[in-house]
């Protein structure tokens, strides 16, 4: 295996050579079925809450905060994080971080490389097995190290040191777990993600035409269709809405019709499909492909990059767009300077095709993974760092050993990025339902850090009417607040996951993108008027042909019943 993973990283050394500057090397494939085969059988068998009643007899957390009884070294490799501001003479070694890895817990952090090309540095030092103590990495090399031996277990070290707070994220959070376990050992502590709350799509419409509008709602397509109009008629919008060559906002609206074009669905006859494959998908596309035939869509749209798309709202030429929560930082600040007060976009639900429940596809979202290296010591060290990066951000302020002002340096200016292997992504659910009830009800009182530097900083929009706090505010603080809504959408069950759930197979990553890619030339097509509809069922054929039937089956024996 070693031998193998050596030969990757010296044909990346050759493509560099080559190719220049500029061209970031490819991950390496991998094998990752045998790896993770265990994983998902017992994940189909076991139900989360026998996980949870596992995990809670396994140990009781002992006293995580003690520090060690002599200096513990631990040697670390970090990303590149461009926009953190470091106090003078700090640095990613040396900072407010691992001043309190030190100070509290006796671990001295010593970085051994910083790199913009992470994932590239950390292939070339697994193929060399340089590794450091402790470092994040991606899915695809989390597997490759299991199948060397590259890595340790944790579960010994997660169950005596993890703090009640992170295990609680773990215990909702087992599905991801999982994709790190194999043979009952737990390899990686994985990074989470920031809730689904936050992968939800709504769409966003010009307020101030939407209030002269008339309408308070944008219930169904129809619907919809009558704001573009209205926009046009009316406000001299020259598209009804917006659109790019990713077709991202296509997308975006594919839950409204209930389809599921990205990512992978149980299928009629109870096997995995890719949801592009499905009829809801060719019903989509009949409905943008009629927007562009009225002129709702701007006709070279398969030539626009997203700056240039947004172009149009910034100079008052379309109303509407389907986005995620965060928007609100694109058709927000640059829209006011340029069409003056009142002209930003707010979001609202989707419209929706019918009255059946939309339901938002979700892919895999867990991005990295923390682990330790196979003969380093003290693996509990990874783990009670995590468990201080939760406390500090996530903690501090409810059990009462930090005040806001001490905890707002560690979560400002980026600084929650530069702690390498030490950190996790919070659900944004409990902080996002604070600072909305704040709003509500006038009533400032937080439990995390975030909750309170969320909260002041989109109060500055209504205080100060300053411009850049605008996106939170549109996010968190309005009635129809975007992840307060995405809360809603976690509430009523309407988030559908994607069936790979983790580590991707062989023949999936050996494509790339080369199928979706296929399909998106495809989808323009057909949107653009150059392929009639119809033309679906051919382009879906020579998809299956060109590789999809090959990804379908890796995908059933991996993941399907």
Known sequence: ?????????????MMLSVAGCGTAAPTPSATPEASVAATVEASAEATPEATVEATEAAAVTTDWTAPFPEPVEIHIAAGQVVNAKFAEGEDMGNNLWTKRFKKLYNVDVIVDWVSAEYD???NLAIASS????????????LNQMIEAG????????????????????????????????????????????????????????????????????????EDFETLMTTFMKNNGAKFGTMLEKTLDQFFKTAASFHAAPKIWVDGPDGSIVYGATLPETKNLLAKWAEWYKKGYVRKDFASLDSAAMLEDANNGLVGTFAQANWAGWQVGKQIVDNQGEGTYFMGHELPAVDDKKIMYPIVFTNSAYNVVRKDYAHPEAMIKLINCYCDVLNDSISNGTMTIDEVMPFGSNDMHHVTGPFKVEFASYKDTAEVHKAFET?????????????????????????????????????????LFLGNGHVDNEQILKSKLWGASPTAVLDYGTTLDDLLIEGYTKIIMGVEPIEYYDTLISDWKQAGGDECTAAINAMYGK
């Open 120 to 122: 590239t540095k950390l």
């Open 442 to 482: 006038g009533v400032e009182k937080f439990s995390t850090g975030y909750a309170n530097l969320y909260y002041f900083e989109a109060k500055k929009w209504i205080t100060d009417g300053d411009l850049t706090s605008l996106g939170r505010y549109l996010q968190m603080g309005t009635k129809e607040a975007t």
């Open 130 to 141: 340089t590794l450091p103590d402790a470092f994040s990495c991606n899915i695809v090399q």
């Open 150 to 221: 590259l890595i340790q277990d944790l579960k010994g070290a997660y169950e005596s040191t993890a703090s009640n707070s992170i295990k609680k994220m773990m215990e909702d959070n087992w599905d991801i777990v999982e994709t790190a376990s194999k043979d009952g050992k737990i390899y990686a502590m994985p990074r989470l993600h920031y809730g689904y709350e936050c992968e939800t799509s709504f769409m966003w419409a010009r307020q101030d035409w939407f209030k002269a509008s008339g309408m308070t709602e944008i219930k169904t397509i």
């Open 1 to 13: 295996m070693l031998k193998r993973i050596l030969c990757m990283a010296l044909a990346i050394l």
